[in-house]
């Protein structure tokens, strides 16, 4: 497999995705001391804590079960995703698989509705808490991902252009930057990113996990992590179950070779974290 590493700059692109207006969700069980344990101090998460990211939340659950009332199209992009309104009240965003454009190199159409999914895992498991709930579900006889949809959150383009995002969100943006560099996303742009209540929500993940050179919204190689960010990070590296658990969610949803790629990338990232305490390159795989 060849190998593709970070600095990045823009990626290679034939289109990006349209961002729409989408309101995010979280991960237990403590495996043996490893290196893991002596990363920085993070407090311990609870059993039942970790649970809740190996269960389907209700969140999920509205999204999978209840029953579409109107469908109409929001944006055009890679995904001409569509404004889909649920029972009682339950708005979301739908992108049909039949939808989907070629836009990369290695990640085709057709598998972007599952890449939206598998960055909700990885976002759920690691307790990121970055990306709005997301299931894969039939509308209509489609095929496609269904995103819980943001109330009132806005786009970098939508505030006020005194207020500077680096340095208004910073310990959210480099939290972001470090997943984005996990799920190695080569789309991240203003036009997919929202804040919400000081929260980043990243949103229209179709286009990562395949080996593309990664498109990023800021870059902080070398720089310190936020202590929570890291704490979040120590915890999934001691969390041995947990990661099993993901290994086979991703399973259902990409190649095994990508799946193998996104777990090198987390062996780099603790391997520098323990021995520099920063992150200063991870190559794809």
């Known amino acids: 497999?060849?190998?593709k590493s970070f600095p990045l700059g823009d990626a290679k692109e034939?289109?990006?995705e349209v961002g729409i207006?989408?309101?995010?969700?979280?991960p237990s069980e403590r495996g043996t001391k490893s290196d893991a344990d002596r990363l920085p101090i993070a407090l311990p998460e609870t059993e039942g804590a970790r649970s809740t990211r190996t269960t389907e939340t209700p969140i999920e659950g509205t999204l999978k079960e209840r029953p579409p009332t109107s469908r109409r199209r929001i944006g055009w992009g890679s995904t001409s995703p569509e404004f889909l309104q649920l029972q009682d009240d339950?708005?979301?965003v739908f992108k049909p698989k039949d939808n989907e454009v070629d836009l990369r190199d290695n990640v085709r159409p057709g598998t972007f509705y599952k890449r939206e999914r598998a960055a909700y895992l990885v976002s759920k498991f690691l307790g990121f808490e970055l990306v709005p709930p997301t299931v894969i579900r039939e509308v209509d006889g489609q095929i496609g991902s269904v995103q819980q949809f943001v109330e009132d959150a806005k786009g970098p383009y939508e505030i006020p252009s005194g207020a500077k995002l680096l340095d208004r969100w910073p310990e959210e943006l480099m939290r972001l930057w470090l997943f984005d560099?996990?799920?190695w996303n080569s789309d991240r742009h203003d036009g997919n990113l929202?804040?919400?209540n000081d929260r980043a929500c990243a949103i229209d993940n179709g286009l990562s996990f395949g080996n593309d050179k990664p498109r990023l919204y800021s870059e902080y190689p070398g720089r310190a992590l936020p202590q929570g960010t890291v704490n979040q990070v120590r915890e999934f590296f001691s969390w041995e179950h947990g990661q099993r658990i993901l290994e086979d969610l991703l399973c259902e949803l990409l190649p095994k070779e990508e799946v193998q790629a996104f777990f090198s990338?987390?062996?780099q990232i603790k391997k520098q974290l323990l021995e520099v305490g920063v992150i200063e390159k991870v190559e794809y795989s």
Do not use: C, D
Not at 21 to 26: E, Y
């Open 1 to 3: 497999m060849s190998e």
């Open 21 to 26: 207006a989408h309101a995010p969700v979280l």
């Open 265 to 267: 990338r987390l062996e």
């Open 194 to 196: 929202l804040f919400k």
């Open 14 to 16: 034939k289109e990006t």
């Open 181 to 183: 560099l996990i799920i």
């Open 90 to 92: 339950g708005a979301s």
